[in-house]
């Protein structure tokens, strides 16, 4: 405010350094919005080319290009790449590109945190992928870290560890600013039952942020001090134990599943009644599911271990809680369905990326179910099921609804419309090739094919060149989607109106396309319908 | 047909094209296996049975939201109704997945408490993960053994060996030494781990479970069919992870017996030899076969290892200075890597065997060697 008193009348706010200067100082939600999601899909290129080295290594059987101990490698870091540096910076791109103007702020409540919380980033992601280049290569115990084996990594260990760190701290930063942000600036006389569903998911992510990251904080300094500080908090030797590592990192490991998955739903809650020309159906009780998923989040970590031999009631406990995680899972499905129903839907390529993510993601679900059940978890687990079940809900989930949410809202963050044709074929070569790609790793997993190997048995490879085969065109086909947004964000494209779709409801589509650099210097009417 | 694309594999793309009927699909498996214990049998079932519902559902779910796709489009003329919510549906959606839940969760709470009930077992088998491999300790009979991956198909896996892996039978899943139990008797498997957690699976028994260091995990088994059943570690466990197969063999009663006898008397043999003067020639015969069972994962078969993680032993300062490092860092192992104390792992012989071979071949010729006894005494 007070640089608006120092410039008198000529206040247009869009006045800001150019050049690097621009990025590097900015304080903006939309510039650091765009950062975090260029970044996000710098990674996700980096991580995808991790996962076709994975894929290539498995066309066949036998060892063909790379060590086994470097194949461990490119799956933890890909594990950790896609994770922490292209779902969850993602989504707090949507997030601070749309939270302000979905509720009517100028911007975000802390706006230089804002920017710290970014910049730590590139840092962060500096020092996990240096440890390619060190003695012994990068760490490849897995993303999950279990000790002992992590203790076994050679120099990595000190940079993952201290990098898993920055990332913790970028996100609670950008966890309390969303929470800040949601719930002191929304417009005057906006309730919190009045928010779009993609705050409602955000404001509950950022709670299972604040909730989690510490906790992974804490047992990533365990490893640190059990390997230099002569601790034994996993050394059975010393009177600690492995296990332990694994309750506490599940105790994130859980949330974390759903900090990536919440904002999807969110995404695709704003869209799906965009295009069906209909309010979303079941608002409320959508708010309800949203919360009650984060509260069970909390209570069913060890489904993620029911192998490393705990007490029969601990194993039932785990068992039932983690079903009944399917039932407000289920109240969204079929609300997103009810949405559907009788609306005057068309498929422009975010509906499409919409419709595929809830299909798509229930098969997931279905998967994430029968994992549930603990007998049978005693044959899925650490198997091709696992792996499919995951990639399920986290590529054909989230970074659907990522896809979906940029095709979305990019007229509105260009003001130009994005190639229609391209985003279509954009969107059938990834359906397709997606499920090439990670269907065929139900049967690989169910007929016995343990994960993480760099090699296997013979009859484990026609579904193993097949999902190859998938993940090379799902891998190439990305490069669409760059194609489609260097066009957008350059000009060439349809003038996009205020409001971009004909469906489309809220505050952030009374804004002109590109939004003024600050999105609303005076607060808008709250009009309930 | 070049090296990386078989036949089979070019089978499987125009299998995935849809040219082929869906039949052919049944040799590539694509279920779970229902196995052979009546454990088995019932997580398969309750694994269909969980299969089923949710294709019921899904059917449902999507059938209707195709429909809808159909019908509810704007190319249609059709007008978006406005409804936001209605109380019944809502309630129904969430009362039916609470029932299917319920009936999920009952019987599979009647299979975990079978599965965890480990009473009345005849006999007990330690097992123990090492990386890379398994040691299998028969409690009452007092004898064990290590088992790991078959030296051809070792040969085979390793990176540009140029032996075409698919002429191999059972490839990575064929062991030296097999684990043989007896069938229709209860056995229980105790496992624990010497190093990193490591996680034992034969599909066919129903269940893996971890062998953590430092801790014993137990669970049980009683198989109803001979034959050989394949599994393997099934928890990271480092570089050779997916190295480190489980080959099960299950024969009657009798049958095991005389094999029991068998081993334990070969055990007495082997670990006779420590008195009696060796030659160089035996002991660089046993050696080789030593090396590339215990060694050769790590330090490679020519010798080269895989700097910087897996160390040289042609012209290292180990294996070509004072025989007295050298055999001090075989027993012991060296901390802070994954040499592992072998100490713990082979006999006298084998131990003054294999460090005599390292010394003298490998690109060595150190000339010098070590006697069993000698180990003896340094232990």
Not at chain 2, 71 to 82: D, F, L, N, P, Y
Not at chain 2, 115 to 137: A, C, F, N, P, S
Request: negative net charge; aromatic residues 14%.
């Amino acid at each position: 405010m007070s640089e608006a008193v120092l410039n008198g009348v000529e206040h247009q706010h869009d006045h800001h350094p150019t050049g690097i200067k621009r990025w590097l100082f900015t304080t903006n939600h939309k510039d650091i919005g765009t950062l975090y999601l260029c970044f996000s899909l710098l990674m996700f290129f980096i991580g995808g080319a991790m996962a076709l080295v994975i894929r290539a290594e498995l066309f066949s059987p036998g060892i063909q290009y790379v060590d086994p101990q470097f194949f461990n490698s490119m799956t933890t870091m890909h594990a950790l790449i896609m994770v922490f540096g292209v779902v969850m910076p993602g989504t707090v791109g949507f997030a601070n590109w749309m939270l302000p103007m979905m509720i009517g702020a100028p911007d975000m409540a802390l706006p230089r945190m804002n920017n710290w919380s970014f910049w730590i980033l590139p840092f962060a992601f500096t020092l996990l992928l240096m440890t390619l280049l060190l003695p012994g290569g990068g760490p490849a115990g897995g993303w999950t870290m279990y000790p002992p084996l992590m203790l076994q990594t050679e120099h990595a260990l000190p940079f993952v560890i201290f990098a898993v760190h920055f990332m913790g701290v970028s996100s609670v930063m950008g966890a309390i600013n969303i929470v800040a942000t949601i719930l002191n600036m929304r417009a005057p006389g906006m309730k919190l039952l009045d928010m779009p569903l993609f705050v409602w998911t955000w404001l509950v992510t950022a709670f299972l942020l604040i909730g989690s990251i510490p906790v992974l904080a804490g047992a990533v300094t365990m490893l640190l001090t059990d390997k230099f500080f002569g601790t034994s908090f996993f050394d059975a030797a010393g009177g600690g134990d492995p296990v332990l590592f694994q309750h506490v990192f599940w105790f994130f490991g859980h949330p974390e599943v759903y900090i990536l998955i919440l904002p999807a739903f969110g995404v695709v809650s704003q869209i799906i009644p965009t295009f069906a020309r209909k309010p979303l159906f079941g608002y409320v009780s959508m708010v309800y599911a949203t919360c009650s998923i984060a509260l069970l989040s909390f209570i069913v970590w060890a489904h993620h271990m029911f192998t490393v031999g705990m007490p029969l009631a601990a194993e039932l406990f785990f068992m039932y809680a983690t079903m009944s995680i399917a039932v407000p899972t289920g109240v969204k499905i079929f609300n997103w369905i009810a949405t559907m129903w009788r609306g005057e839907m068309t498929f422009e390529t975010p509906m499409l990326f919409a419709v595929a993510f809830v299909i798509l993601f229930t098969i997931g679900g279905f998967s994430g179910l029968m994992l549930g059940i603990a007998p049978v978890d005693f044959q899925y687990h650490d198997t091709y099921f696992v792996v499919a079940h995951f990639h399920y809900v986290l590529v054909s989930g989230a970074i659907f609804s990522m896809m979906a949410g940029a095709y979305y809202w990019l007229p509105k963050w260009t003001g130009y419309m994005y190639d229609e044709k391209l985003g279509k074929l954009h969107f059938w070569l990834s359906v397709v090739s997606v499920n090439l790609l990670f269907f065929p790793q139900h049967f690989l997993g169910l007929a016995g094919m343990p994960r993480r190997i760099p090699d296997y048995s013979t009859q484990f490879s026609e579904w193993n060149a097949i999902s190859s085969v998938g993940g090379f065109v799902f891998g190439f086909s990305q490069l669409i989607l760059v194609w489609v947004i260097i066009k957008s964000a350059r000009g060439h494209g349809e003038k996009a109106t205020a409001q971009v779709w004909e469906g489309a409801n809220g505050l952030e589509w009374t804004l002109s396309s590109p939004p003024p650099y600050h999105s609303f210097e005076v607060p808008p009417k709250i009009s309930r319908s | 047909m070049s090296d990386f694309v078989s036949n089979r594999q070019i089978k499987a793309l125009i299998l995935c094209a849809g040219l082929m009927p869906a039949t052919a699909l049944a040799e590539y498996g694509l279920n779970m296996t229902r196995g052979v214990t009546t454990i088995s049998r019932e997580i398969y079932d309750l694994h269909m049975l969980a299969f089923i519902m949710v294709s019921i559902i899904g059917l449902i779910v999507f059938g209707l939201m195709i429909w809808s796709i159909i019908h509810h489009r704007k190319s249609k003329g059709v007008k978006a109704s406005q409804f936001r919510h209605n109380s019944n549906w809502e309630t129904v959606w969430t009362i039916i997945p609470i029932l299917i839940l319920l009936s999920f969760a009952a019987p599979a709470t009647r299979t975990l408490i079978e599965l965890e009930d480990i009473e009345d077992t005849e006999m007990t088998i330690k097992v123990t993960g090492y990386q890379w491999r398994w040691h299998y300790q028969y409690l009452e009979e007092d004898f064990g053994f290590f088992s790991s991956l078959a030296s051809d198909h070792n040969e085979a896996r390793q990176k540009n060996s140029g032996i075409d892996v698919s002429k191999i039978e059972n490839y990575l899943l064929e062991v030296d030494n097999p684990v043989v139990i007896p069938v229709e008797t209860k056995i229980r498997f105790l496992l624990t781990s010497n190093d990193v957690i490591h996680a034992w699976w034969v599909p066919e028994l129903g269940w893996k479970r971890d062998a953590i260091p430092g801790f014993i995990n137990s669970n049980w088994t009683m198989v109803t069919e001979p034959g050989i059943y394949r599994g393997q570690c099934a928890e990271l466990c480092g570089r050779d992870h997916g190295f480190m197969p489980v080959v099960l063999k299950a024969v009657p009663q009798e049958e095991y017996l005389q094999w029991a006898k068998d081993m334990k008397q070969q055990q007495a043999e082997a670990a006779s030899g420590v008195d009696r003067e060796w030659t160089m020639a035996e002991l660089m015969e046993r050696g080789e076969s030593v090396y590339t069972t215990a060694c050769v994962s790590c330090h490679q078969a020519n010798g080269q290892g895989l700097p910087p993680v897996f160390p040289a032993l042609t012209g290292s300062p180990i294996a070509t200075g004072p025989i007295s490092d050298h055999i001090s860092i075989v027993i012991d192992g060296m901390q802070g890597t994954t040499m592992p104390a072998f100490g713990e792992q082979l006999n006298a012989v084998d131990i003054a065997a294999v460090i005599t071979f390292e010394r003298n071949a490998l690109g060595n010729s150190v000339g010098d060697m070590v006697q069993p006894a000698e180990i003896q005494a340094a232990q």
